[in-house]
């Protein structure tokens, strides 16, 4: 099969010829139809992911067809179309008996843990626990970007923010995770300010249900929420894992609201300093968020065939597998606006 593979950190990704993966006994091999360029492949080509082995082939928001199913698989056959959470839990640890498959302990994620979907097969192992059927009429170019991105933004923002009608929500980055973000808190009801560096994204963010944006370049961000909000945001995601946009989301928090970082804070910024006074004298909650499991799907994917939420409107370029490298590499340029995603290989 065609796949996109490096064998150096931070040296440029070449399209090469490798051998079809084979199913193990409970896994299927997937042919992908589109899998999207995501910062965290950007993350893992740097060097940034202790987990990647080289020679290595990134890519883990895919959508695909079953194509090949190991003996031990009950529920899925040749031909299903199906996505799949970037974390795959392993089933048998005490947190996937829990429910809690994105926290698995033994997890495995495809494009980290093994080959990714750069390329024309992916394996997936544990099937019948972590693939997700596609519901009927979506695109695969829509289904990829739900594994990372809105997932990851359903999660952090229902589950992990609890974010009620009438609350006030800030989105610090506009780019995929952020702008799914946006699009489920309105959603939700929640009155939504989106903060960014580009005009175009923030425009966005407005198209799709943010009440208000924010230029990142204002000297006080934090400030401006507080003014707009009259006190603070309730909830507040720190969309892109920066130092300064995890500060300024902490500190636009009223009084016991709550900060989710989303955004994968790694490499230099694996350890920021962080607000501690206003956490401790405000009672502001810290939360993580990390993907979301399979078993909860159903309840996004039936906002989406409701018409509530509709995650194609955040696809943006569509690219062949050969324009794959040098889309991961501009991942830190914050160029691309919406997922790009590659749907030609
Ligand atoms: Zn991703
Ligand atoms: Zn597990």
Not at 219 to 231: K, L, Q, S
Request: glycine share 12%; proline share 6%.
């Amino acid at each position: 099969m065609k796949a996109v593979l490096f064998e150096t950190f931070q040296e440029a990704p070449k399209l090469v010829t490798v051998p079809d993966p084979v199913p193990d006994a409970h896994g299927v091999v997937l042919k992908v139809a589109a899998t999207g360029v995501c910062r965290s492949d950007w993350h893992g080509w740097m060097g940034h992911d202790s987990d990647i082995e080289l020679p290595h082939v990134p890519g883990h928001e895919l959508a695909g067809e079953v194509a090949a199913v190991g003996k031990d698989v009950r529920n899925w056959k040749i031909g299903d179309k199906v996505t799949v959470p970037f974390i795959c839990g392993c089933g048998s640890c005490s947190e996937c008996h829990a429910g809690q498959q994105q926290v698995c302990l033994h997890q495995e994620q495809p494009g980290f843990t093994h080959w990714g979907s750069f390329a024309e097969y992916v394996p997936i192992h544990q099937a019948d626990l972590n693939l997700v059927a596609l519901p009927e009429g979506m695109g695969f170019d829509t289904a990829a970007s739900l594994g990372c991105r809105f997932a990851t933004s359903f999660r952090a923002v229902i589950d992990q923010g609890k974010v009620r009608a009438g609350q006030w929500v800030a989105v610090h980055g506009c780019g995929g995770v952020g702008l799914s973000a946006v699009m489920i808190a309105a959603a939700a009801g929640a009155n939504v300010i989106g903060v960014d560096l580009d005009p175009v994204k923030l425009a966005l963010a407005k198209e799709i249900g943010a009440v208000a944006a924010i230029d990142g370049h204002e000297a006080d961000v934090p400030g401006a929420i507080r003014e707009i909000t009259r006190g603070g945001a309730h909830v507040s995601l720190d969309a892109l894992g920066h130092p300064v946009t995890m500060t300024n989301s902490i500190l636009c928090l009223r009084p016991r609201g709550k900060h989710v970082q989303v955004g994968l804070m790694l490499g230099e910024h694996a350890a920021p300093q962080v607000p501690m006074p206003k956490i401790v004298g405000q009672e502001i909650e810290l939360l993580g968020s990390h993907g979301m499991q399979a078993h909860r799907y159903g309840a996004m994917l039936d906002m989406v065939a409701s018409g509530k939420l509709d995650p194609a409107r955040l696809v943006g370029e569509r690219i062949s597998l050969a324009e794959a490298p040098a889309a991961l590499m501009a991942m830190d340029s914050f160029r691309s606006v919406g997922a790009t995603v590659i749907t030609r290989f």
